[in-house]
């Protein structure tokens, strides 16, 4: 079972119907296309086809099972006094007082651009359950990362 927040869900949902109603149908046409060519042994855009279609049903398979076990995650039954899921955390890099802020989200939602990281990376469950003002240490690719937590805020 995969917790995820309503935005996450919504966005697979998405991507979901846009590789079942538009890439595939596209791919299939490419695939009937090639077909028309001839010879299909050396017919590299079948062959290319081909190879894009098994991609894209095996991306549909996979999606369609995350959202067969997927949950969504109510926030408003989630207190914002410890690190949780769906929880923005503000701290403080004790090493070199660099501020940073992440949200912890779901693997399937982790986007480090967009400031989300996965609820199984390193950083995230050892911040788990600790409140404001805790100093957690993570081991992490670079060493040893000594963290302040300043702010604990919950996602509405």
Do not use: W
């Not at 995820?4 to 490419?30: F, H, I, N, T």
């Not at 400031?115 to 690719?141: F, H, R, T």
């Amino acid at each position: 079972m995969e917790y995820m927040s309503q935005e996450g869900y919504d966005k697979l949902v998405a991507e979901l119907q846009q590789l079942e109603k538009v890439e595939l149908p596209q791919v299939r046409d490419a695939i009937a296309e090639a077909r028309d060519k001839g010879d299909l042994s050396e017919n590299f855009e079948y062959h290319a086809a081909k190879r894009e279609q098994g991609r894209l049903l095996g991306r549909i398979r996979f999606m369609q099972r995350v959202l067969e076990n997927a949950r969504v995650i109510d926030t408003s039954k989630l207190s914002s006094d410890s690190v949780g899921l769906l929880c923005k955390v503000d701290m403080t890099n004790m090493n070199n007082q660099a501020h940073m802020a992440y949200t912890i989200a779901s693997p399937h939602e982790a986007n480090l651009r967009e400031g989300k990281i996965s609820i199984k990376s390193p950083i995230a469950q050892a911040l788990l359950n600790k409140k404001v003002g805790d100093i957690v240490e993570v081991q992490v690719p670079a060493g040893m990362l000594k963290l302040r937590i300043d702010n604990i805020t919950r996602l509405i």
